[in-house]
């Protein structure tokens, strides 16, 4: 299996809803992320987990709630979302070497999940 | 901070003519670039990638340089068809954990039949 899935593919949600965009992979990469991506821009980093642990938080707003339940899992909890929010919400992972000469690896990206907030 | 730069932001080319990329990125840290192709409505798809210890590679009809004294890295397409058509991002990474990568704005290539 060499993809990440994203669930659901589409969401519209009320600003007082909450609920969870889902994204799992059995490739055996360590490291995870969430991006959110607006038309005609490029993605724009929200989290990263490596080993199922919190390792980036680009200063996202609480109303977003990153959780990584077991290496092949990752979730997005969503409350209280503003209707500029309305985005692409990407998920990505990839091997995670940390401190090896091996260097970094690329990017599997899933389809997205298509967000609207109304 | 980081920053990764890219131009042109729109290239227009005939087919069979070839396409050039530039980015520049900030960080001289920064020791992977991946460059990423997204067609319309699709998810970003990685294409080629250099490492820091390495000047050139190719892969078939795409290729990338980089200079690292200049922190400057090209991707060269050559013989473009219509499916080249798509955004295309240079992005930039260091080696920290969970690999944060900066994205260059992309460029939009239209290759015309």
């Known amino acids: 299996d060499t993809e990440v899935t994203q669930t659901p593919k589409h969401l519209v949600m009320g600003m007082t809803n909450k609920k969870s965009l889902k994204c799992e992979q059995h490739m055996g990469h360590r490291a995870m992320y969430w991006y959110k991506q607006k038309a005609k821009k490029p993605p724009e980093l929200m989290f990263v987990?490596?080993?199922?642990?919190?390792?980036i938080n680009e200063s996202v707003p609480s109303r977003f709630s990153p959780e990584c339940p077991n290496s092949s899992l990752l979730n997005l909890h969503l409350h209280a979302l503003q209707p500029e929010d309305s985005a692409l919400y990407l998920c990505?992972?990839?091997?995670?070497?940390?401190?090896?000469?091996?260097?970094?690896?690329?990017?599997?990206f899933g389809s997205g999940t298509r967000l609207t907030v109304v | 901070g980081e920053n990764v730069e890219q131009h042109p932001s729109t290239l227009s080319v005939q087919e069979g003519d070839s396409a050039v990329i530039k980015c520049t990125y900030s960080d001289s840290a920064s020791n992977y670039f991946p460059w990423y192709k997204q067609e319309l409505g699709k998810r970003p798809q990685l294409i080629i990638d250099?490492?820091?210890?390495?000047g050139e590679k190719k892969d078939q009809r795409i290729a990338v340089t980089l200079n690292k004294t200049a922190k400057h890295f090209s991707l060269h397409i050559t013989e473009t068809q219509p499916e080249d058509s798509a955004v295309y991002f240079c992005?930039?990474?260091?080696?920290?954990?969970?690999?944060?990568?900066?994205f260059g704005a992309g460029t939009r290539l239209f290759v015309k039949a």
């Open positions: 987990y490596s080993y199922e642990k919190l390792s």
């Open positions: 250099i490492r820091s210890n390495v």
């Open positions: 992005a930039a990474s260091r080696n920290t954990g969970g690999f944060k990568t900066i």
């Open positions: 990505a992972s990839s091997q995670d070497r940390t401190g090896s000469n091996q260097g970094n690896y690329g990017y599997t």
